[in-house]
T-cell receptor, first 119, second 110 residues
Framework: DAGVIQSPRHEVTEMGQEVTLRCKPISGHNSLFWYRQTMMRGLELLIYFNNNVPIDDSGMPEDRFSAKMPNASFSTLKIQPSEPRDSAVYFC?????????????????FGAGSRLTVL | GQNIDQPTEMTATEGAIVQINCTYQTSGFNGLFWYQQHAGEAPTFLSYNVLDGLEEKGRFSSFLSRSKGYSYLLLKELQMKDSASYLCALSRAGGFKTIFGAGTRLFVKA
């Protein structure tokens, strides 16, 4: 298995531009998570999907951020317009659903991340 | 809500044992995870505890006390490659939401 695949690995853009980050989860995993990591705030959960349906988007910073999962093998995180404070590493992760105690529930497999720099 | 606390940094010597603590407060709990993250890389899964007690996995062990809201990760026979951040994370009951602590940066010196 190729693991969780994210693109682009690095993006440098100017303030005000639209940014689209992409993620392909592991085949068979039906939960998908978008996290953002900065030195100041650590690893923050932005949104997660279960069976392609957004379950909790309370971590999305503001309306400039949106995420979609049109099918089980693809998700996007879009920032429009981007701002310098959006600079961070954005991780996508996928997991199998939790089945209860001692099931190894919700072990996350992370992609390599997309490092975003907004100038 | 949830609150996860762990030390910011720790330093230990190669070959030694180090214990990284994590305390948490949560309104719902499904399990506690430890992840390792090397600089510039993605987090990778180390261990998972849902019941009280110790889970051992080679050089790494993790302990959980649900009543005390406390966990620790024990690393034995430290190696230089163990220098990394160690992230404590909670999985909420009834769902799939996993929230991470700020992480503990471990420096292993010769």
């Amino acid at each position: 298995d190729a693991g969780v695949i994210q693109s682009p690995r690095h993006e440098v853009t100017e303030m005000g531009q639209e940014v689209t980050l992409r993620c392909k989860p592991i085949s068979g995993h039906n939960s998908l998570f978008w996290y953002r990591q900065t030195m100041m705030r650590g690893l923050e959960l932005l949104i997660y999907f279960n069976n392609n349906v957004p379950i909790d988007d309370s971590g999305m910073p503001e309306d400039r951020f949106s995420a979609k999962m049109p099918n089980a093998s693809f998700s996007t995180l879009k920032i429009q317009p981007s701002e310098p404070r959006d600079s961070a590493v954005y991780f996508c992760a996928s997991s199998l659903p939790g089945q209860g105690f001692n099931s190894g529930a919700n072990v996350l497999t992370f992609g390599a991340g997309s490092r975003l720099t907004v100038l | 809500g949830q609150n996860i606390d762990q030390p910011t940094e720790m330093t230990a010597t190669e070959g030694a044992i180090v214990q990284i603590n994590c305390t948490y407060q949560t309104s719902g709990f499904n399990g506690l995870f430890w992840y390792q993250q090397h600089a510039g890389e993605a987090p990778t899964f180390l261990s998972y505890n849902v019941l009280d007690g110790l889970e051992e996995k080679g050089r790494f062990s993790s302990f959980l006390s649900r009543s005390k809201g406390y966990s620790y990760l024990l690393l034995k026979e430290l190696q230089m490659k163990d220098s990394a951040s160690y992230l404590c994370a909670l999985s909420r009951a009834g769902g799939f939401k996993t929230i991470f602590g700020a992480g503990t940066r471990l420096f292993v010196k010769a």
